[in-house]
C-alpha cells in the first residue's frame, strides 16, 4: 500500500499562491490515480482535482483555470498549484490514491489546511 505525506499549506492572502506537495512512499505513483480533495468545515468532502495513470487531468468548476495538478514521478511526488486562491478555498486538502481506477481512493494523507483570508 502506499503512504501519502502532503505539506505546502499555510495562511495566504486572498488573491496568493500556494504549492501543495504529495509525497507517497512504499509504491510508485505510476500505478494509481492522483487525486486531491478538500473538506471546509461543516462541508461535504470535494474532489479538486484529479490526475490519471492517463488522460487529461479534471477540475472541479470551482478552481478549473486556478488549480493545476501535475505528477512527478521521478521524485514520487504529486503537486497542486494555486493561485488567485478565495477564501472559499480554505480547507483541509488531502491526497489521495486509487489503485484500480475505479474512482475509489483508499489511500489518504492526514491533510494539510490551507486558510485564505480575505
Known amino acids: 500500500q502506499v503512504q501519502l505525506v502532503e505539506s505546502g499549506g499555510g495562511l495566504v492572502q486572498a488573491g496568493g499562491s500556494l504549492r501543495l506537495a504529495c509525497a507517497a512512499s512504499g509504491r510508485t505513483i505510476s500505478n494509481y490515480d492522483m487525486a486531491w480533495f478538500r473538506q471546509a468545515p461543516g462541508e461535504q468532502r470535494e474532489l479538486v482535482a484529479s490526475a490519471r495513470r492517463a488522460g487529461a487531468p479534471t477540475y472541479a468548476d470551482s478552481v478549473r483555470g486556478r488549480f493545476t495538478i501535475s505528477r512527478d514521478t521521478a521524485k514520487n511526488t504529486v503537486y497542486l498549484q494555486m493561485n488567485n486562491l478565495k477564501p472559499e478555498d480554505t480547507a483541509v486538502y488531502y491526497c489521495?490514491?486509487?489503485?484500480?481506477?475505479?474512482?475509489?481512493?483508499?489511500?489518504w494523507g492526514q491533510g494539510t489546511q490551507v486558510t485564505v483570508s480575505s
Open positions: 489521495a490514491a486509487d489503485e484500480y481506477g475505479n474512482g475509489r481512493y483508499d489511500a
